[in-house]
């Protein structure tokens, strides 16, 4: 039987309370820049549209979806889906969030290297992420009877998850980069309005380094217990 594992529930509670941490900071910053009107009196829907139009990306949707902090990119269909209150608001959080999912708009439209390898990516990270806990609980149990081939399949599958998190990385914080560098420019966000944005995004980031280091630690948790399990047989 597997038992207690004292170091993996330490690991796994480690990564929940730092994703915890950095979620609970996220929502506060959102909550205190959304309460900071923009001067331009320009809501979420009409900063990105206005975005859009001048990086020339004529064929992009701006359209509305529910739930918060859903706000999001579609490559698909060229839509960039903004949350209801991002979409109707006129504040920093609402500019900040509208100009960071134009700003992957832009990385589509102008193939943006990291962009183009992580949407190469996405059908083994797809593949992986649905059946690796699987075949890892399994390959833990069937490693008692016929060996930890199993469980070196589910490392390999969670491997990958953690490789797409990490070239997340570079994607979004590009995304953040764009996305100030035009507000600044066309002058939308200025002086306190700017650095509020700043913040926001900077915390929206930290949350995939959140989500990286959570994922590698783990990663390294199971090719640990993987190595004993060799090492016995």
């Known amino acids: 039987m597997m038992g207690f594992d004292p170091i993996g529930m330490l690991v796994f509670g480690a990564a929940m309370l730092l994703s915890m941490l950095v979620s609970r900071r ?3 910053k959102f909550k205190k820049y959304s ?3 923009l001067s331009s009196g320009l809501s979420g829907k009409e900063i990105a549209e206005r975005m859009l139009a001048e990086n020339n990306i004529y064929d992009v ?3 509305s979806t529910r739930g918060q902090l859903t706000d999001h990119y579609n490559p698909v269909n060229k839509t ?3 949350s209801e209150v991002v979409y109707n608001e006129r504040n920093v959080a609402a500019a900040a969030v509208s100009a960071h999912e134009v700003g992957h708009a832009v990385q589509h439209a102008q193939a ?3 962009l183009s390898f992580r949407s190469k990516v996405v059908p083994a990270v797809q593949f992986s992420s649905r059946y690796m806990q699987w075949i890892i609980l399994a390959g833990f149990i069937a490693a008692q009877f016929i060996g930890p081939g199993l469980l070196a399949f589910g490392i390999a599958l969670f491997a990958v998850t953690t490789f797409f998190a990490f070239i997340t ?3 979004e914080y590009d995304a953040s980069n764009r996305a100030l ?5 066309a002058n939308i966000a200025r002086g306190e309005e700017y650095e509020g944005a700043k913040d926001a995004l900077k915390w929206a980031a930290r949350t995939y380094v959140a989500a990286a280091l959570g994922s590698l630690a783990t990663l390294i948790y199971y090719i640990m217990r993987y190595q004993q399990m060799v090492s016995r047989n």
Request: glycine fraction near 0%.
């Open 35 to 37: 309460q900071m009107p």
């Open 169 to 171: 990385l570079p994607v």
């Open 80 to 82: 960039v889906n903004l």
């Open 26 to 28: 996220l929502k506060s």
């Open 181 to 185: 560098a035009w507000l600044n420019s």
């Open 61 to 63: 949707q701006v359209i």
């Open 112 to 114: 943006y290297s990291w």
